[in-house]
């Protein structure tokens, strides 16, 4: 199926100082290859790339990965999950590039007791999940809302039209800006939405334009991101952009030209490692990231995505190591030792944020995880 793509894997049996071996432990990563979110999964799995290059094992255990494309399309992410965990048997599940897909992965973590790392938002759940075998790896979706929502205070936007997907991902986007609303921070006066597949935005584009917003909170990601902005430019629209991480992909800029430069969005700091001062905890790493991702891909990073795929290995290294410790890969006991070791992570630096987990939780970022940045001609610039 071409919707299956399987990356070669190295997977060398290592022997143990009493001769005998011990199994791989063997990882399942899922993006969207192809499909509408292929310009953000792309960037996925060349983080994972970078990843596994960065760190092909732990504590001299050899770590075996294994690709796969789920073509942006839910129903193919959970079979993919089923796939890897029943007939390949893998320790931890990681996925995927959409939102939607990332919930049916998770569904399947949760239901097969398999471990997942999330490398896409979902929704916070109303009361902590006792037996939620995942985490997200990204910053919470309100986190990244509120960020850019208190810059538009300080700037003194008053009114705010919101335009995002149909889908999870823009919902989770609304409820963000909603929430800023009912706190008095903003006063939304339009919301609009379009499906991911839509190539035109034209007509809630023009019922934005009639409500003249002082500015226009994007819920949208990647390549189909900019369709809001290239269609108010059309309309003479003057006002300020704002959004989420969600836009941090050179395609976004591509696509975008003209009509995105200005926007402000709340990102991770690798975005902008370079500009960040040398005490920031995540510079160094940061820059050992771009190399691995150089010397993986052959490419510069210059995007968001890619490091949310380091980052969920940077989590699963420090996990695994505690894991392996109680039990051997392959292993119902191994599966549950990781899912617990990954749910009690404190202070795991990446290069997007510090990473402390607690049961029953979703997301482990705090505020540290984001900062501002603003796209100057063609480039994110820090906004202190």
């Given amino acids: 199926m071409k919707n299956l793509i399987r990356a070669a894997t190295v997977a060398v049996g290592l022997a143990l100082t009493a001769g005998a071996a011990r199994a791989d432990i063997t990882v399942g990563f899922v993006t969207s290859l192809s499909g509408s ?21 732990i504590g001299g255990q050899k770590i075996k990965l294994i690709k796969l494309d789920d073509g942006t399309d839910p129903s193919i992410a959970s079979r993919d999950a ?55 790896i990204v910053q919470p979706p309100p986190l990244m809302v509120s960020v850019p929502v208190d810059r538009m205070v300080r700037d003194g936007v008053k009114t705010v039209a919101f335009i995002g997907f149909s889908d999870a991902w823009g919902d989770l986007v609304y409820s963000g800006a909603k929430a800023a609303a009912d706190a008095g921070k903003i006063k939304l006066v339009a919301t609009e939405r379009y499906a991911r597949t ?49 836009l941090l992909n050179p395609d976004f800029i591509r696509v975008g030209g003209k009509a995105v430069d200005g926007i402000v969005v709340s990102a991770g700091p690798v975005i902008v490692a370079e500009q960040l001062p040398d005490t920031h905890f995540g510079k160094k790493l940061a820059l050992a990231f771009r ?94």
């Fill in 291 to 384: 190399a691995a991702y150089l010397k993986a891909t052959g490419k510069e990073t210059t995007d968001g995505f890619s490091a949310y795929s380091f980052d969920a290995w940077m989590v699963f290294l420090d996990a695994a190591k505690r894991a392996l410790a109680i039990a051997q890969p392959g292993t119902t006991a191994f599966r549950t030792a990781l899912k617990d070791a990954i749910l009690s992570t404190k202070d795991v630096a990446g290069v997007h944020a510090i990473y402390n987990c607690h049961p029953g939780q979703t997301f482990c970022v705090d505020e540290r995880g984001l900062v501002l940045v603003r796209l100057e001609d063609g480039k994110w610039i820090y906004q202190p």
């Fill in 37 to 57: 979110g292929a310009s953000i999964g792309i960037p996925y799995g060349r983080g994972i790339d970078a990843a596994y290059l960065y760190a092909d094992s």
């Fill in 82 to 136: 089923r796939k890897l965990i029943e007939e390949d048997k893998v320790d931890l599940l990681l996925g995927t590039a959409t939102t939607p897909s990332t919930i049916a992965m998770m569904a399947v973590a949760d239901e097969l007791k398999v471990p997942m790392i999330a490398v896409s938002p979902i929704p916070t759940p109303a009361a902590p999940v006792a037996d939620r075998w995942g985490i997200s």
């Fill in 198 to 246: 839509d190539t035109s935005v034209t007509g809630q584009a023009l019922k934005i334009f009639a409500a003249h917003p002082d500015a226009v909170l994007i819920g949208g990601s990647g390549t189909q991101g900019a369709l809001p902005e290239l269609a108010l430019a059309q309309l003479g629209y003057h006002g300020k952009f704002y959004g989420t991480p969600a």
